[in-house]
C-alpha cells in the first residue's frame, strides 16, 4: 500500500459543490470520493512555475489539490509567454509567482495557494519541503534540483523529477527507501548545463501533465507512479522508452 | 559483423548532431570500449562522455537494452544490443 511508505496529511471531506466540479474524475475506477478527499487535504509544492511548473500547478488545481506552495522569484518576462501558461501579457513586469497564483485561484477558487516570492535554496528548501506532502521538482538547474531532493528524501516523502530539453522530456517518482535518489543518479551535474534552454511550451506542458498525474496517484494511491523508473520522451521522433533505473543500496 | 546501436540523447545528441551511431563489434564489449569507439567517430562529443584523462563522466547516463548501467560499473554489451547515451536534464 502505498499509503504506508510516506507520511500524507488528513483527507478532507468534500463539499456538495465540490462532489459537482470533480464529477467526471470521481468516475475514475479506483479513484471516487475516497481518492478526491486525499487531493483535498493534500499540500504540494512546486518549484518553480515555469513552463513545466505551471502546468503542474494548473493541472494540480483542476483536480482539486487542496493547498498549493509556489516558489519562484521574479517578474513575468516577454521571453516567459511561449510556454509560462500561467503567466499573461498584461502581466509582464509584475510578480511571476502572484500572477501564477492569481489564475489557479480564477481556476478554482477552493484551492488554497500559498505563493513563495524565491526560488528554492539551501535557505529555505527544509521550511518549504517540511509544510508539504508532495514535491514536484520543476526547477531550471541542478543545485535547486539537488536540494530540494535531498530534503524530500530527509522527511521521507515523494518527489516528482519532470525535466526537458529541446524536444526531450523525462519523468520519474521518487522517495526514500523505496528508490535511487536524484543525487544518487547525478552526483556531478552536466557541465554544459546552462539555464536557458530550447523549448516549445508543448514539450515542458507534455512532461508537466505527466508529472501532475504522478503527483495524483502519489496523492491518492492510485495506479503505479515511476517508481525505479524513468519514462524518456523524445518528442522529435515520438519515441518513448521506459528506463529501469538502479534500486537503492 | 554485427553492431551495437548506440542512440543518443539530450545534450549529447545536440552536440554530436546526429541521433545515432553505430559500432561494429564481433563479440561482447565492455561499456569503456564501447565509449571509446563512440568518441572515435564522433570526436565532437568526447567531452560529454570522457574527461581528460580518457574516465567516464560521472554525468553520463548509459542504458543498455532500457535498463541503466550503475555508476562505476562497466558491464559488457552484447552485439546486437541498444545503448543510450545521454547527460541528466533540468529544463522546467
Known amino acids: ?249 | 559483423m554485427s553492431c551495437i546501436e548506440v542512440e543518443l540523447m539530450t545534450q549529447i545528441k545536440a552536440a554530436a548532431g546526429c541521433s545515432a551511431l553505430e559500432i561494429e563489434c564481433g563479440a561482447p564489449m565492455p561499456v569503456s570500449c564501447v565509449l571509446a569507439k563512440v568518441v572515435e567517430q564522433c570526436s565532437a562529443i568526447e567531452s560529454l562522455l570522457l574527461d581528460e584523462s580518457g574516465v567516464r563522466r560521472g554525468w553520463l547516463m548509459i542504458t543498455i537494452d532500457g535498463a541503466m548501467v550503475a555508476r562505476g560499473s562497466d558491464p559488457p554489451v552484447q552485439p546486437g544490443s541498444t545503448l543510450f547515451l545521454g547527460t541528466p536534464i533540468a529544463g522546467g
Request: glycine share 8%.
Open chain 1, 1 to 249: 500500500m502505498m499509503s504506508e511508505l510516506f507520511p500524507m496529511s488528513e483527507p478532507r471531506p468534500l463539499t456538495d459543490e465540490e462532489r459537482a466540479v470533480y464529477a467526471w474524475q470521481l468516475d475514475v475506477p479506483g479513484h471516487g470520493e475516497v481518492g478526491q478527499s486525499k487531493l483535498a487535504g493534500a499540500i504540494v509544492l512546486v518549484s518553480r512555475v515555469g513552463g513545466l511548473g505551471s502546468l503542474v500547478a494548473y493541472e494540480l488545481a483542476a483536480a482539486g489539490v487542496g493547498r498549493l506552495v509556489l516558489a519562484h522569484a521574479g517578474n513575468v518576462k516577454p521571453s516567459d509567454l511561449n510556454r509560462q501558461l500561467l503567466m499573461t501579457h498584461a502581466a509582464v513586469g509584475t510578480s511571476r509567482v502572484q500572477c501564477a497564483a492569481n489564475r489557479l485561484r480564477d481556476l478554482n477558487p477552493s484551492v488554497e495557494v500559498v505563493a513563495v516570492e524565491a526560488n528554492v535554496n539551501e535557505d529555505n528548501v527544509t521550511e518549504l519541503v517540511d509544510m508539504v506532502d508532495v514535491v514536484v521538482d520543476a526547477a531550471p538547474l541542478f543545485e535547486e534540483r539537488l536540494a530540494m531532493n535531498d530534503a524530500a528524501f530527509a522527511k521521507g516523502i515523494p518527489i516528482v523529477e519532470c525535466a526537458m530539453y529541446d524536444l526531450e522530456a523525462t519523468v520519474t517518482t521518487q522517495l526514500a527507501g523505496t528508490t535511487a535518489s536524484l543525487r544518487d543518479l547525478v552526483p556531478e551535474p552536466p557541465e554544459p548545463w546552462t539555464r536557458r534552454f530550447p523549448v516549445f511550451g508543448a514539450v515542458s506542458g507534455t512532461v508537466a501533465c505527466l508529472g501532475a498525474m504522478e503527483a495524483i496517484k502519489c496523492i491518492t494511491g492510485l495506479g503505479e507512479p515511476l517508481f525505479n523508473r524513468m519514462l524518456y520522451m523524445d518528442l522529435r521522433s515520438m519515441k518513448m522508452r521506459e528506463v529501469q533505473l538502479p534500486t537503492p543500496d
